[in-house]
């Protein structure tokens, strides 16, 4: 499981890459903030192991993998929706380049239990591999190897050298339709030399409808904010009290924002597990 380092994820003019500090804001702000809570706190969803060597993590894990990795079948809950399938006839034919030591090894997908065990009714499994030789991104959601084969509920490829955005009303491993790594705060960026340039993908409680870039629905609550809308960090919002690693973070919501991808917790962001953090 290698780690990305500056491999740019999608061009510049991606949506993810976006500079937005100058956006104007959203009429409908003050209402959208409030039925998150004006008070609510963000919450870094990623780290490290829930425990010293515990098989639980926190944060995605991701595989970066060469193209020497042959390809899978996966069965899928959403078939319809999911790349990888022969939408004529419904079957699936080998298309993912999953490692066969993420079947029975911990830590190659979210959540930190292996392939073999199935959570798949209790956990969102989401399995990330970057084929690094060709800069293709295949993303997995609620995997489990059955002994057989691979299951999921629905898997995405995206081509990172270009701006491919899926069919509407189409899901991808995220309920937004967008690509999940992306719009991980990486441990390499928060540390690296360089500011982040890219948004952060958040989720929230409840979502109502989808907007550009996202392209499917996960539900329609009154009031609450749509799948693909972009949040931003005021630029007046002093900075100084925090560590310098998460000034970088704040600096990127500043100009880049965050991106609504998923129904969950209130303004949890989404970043990797890396397996030195504490």
Known sequence: ???LGALPLF????????????????RGSASFINFIGATRTMHPDFGGDVSPGSVGIYGFPYIVVDSAVPAVAVQFQYSTESDGVNHTTGQSYPFYPIPVEAISQPHWIEGG???NVDLRGS????MLIVDGDHRYLYELYNVFFDGIQWRGGS???FDLNANGHRPDTWTSADAAGLAILPGLVRYDEVFGSGEILHAFRVTVRATNGYVYPASHRAGNTAGALPMGARLRLKATRDLSAFRPEVQKIFRAMQRYGLIVADNGSDMYVSGTYESTVG
């Open 113 to 115: 239990d292996p392939g």
């Open 11 to 26: 061009p510049p003019t991606n949506w993810w890459n976006a500079d937005i500090s100058q956006a104007p804001v959203d």
């Open 123 to 126: 956990s969102d499994r989401h």
């Open 1 to 3: 499981m290698s780690v």
């Open 155 to 157: 898997g995405a490829f």
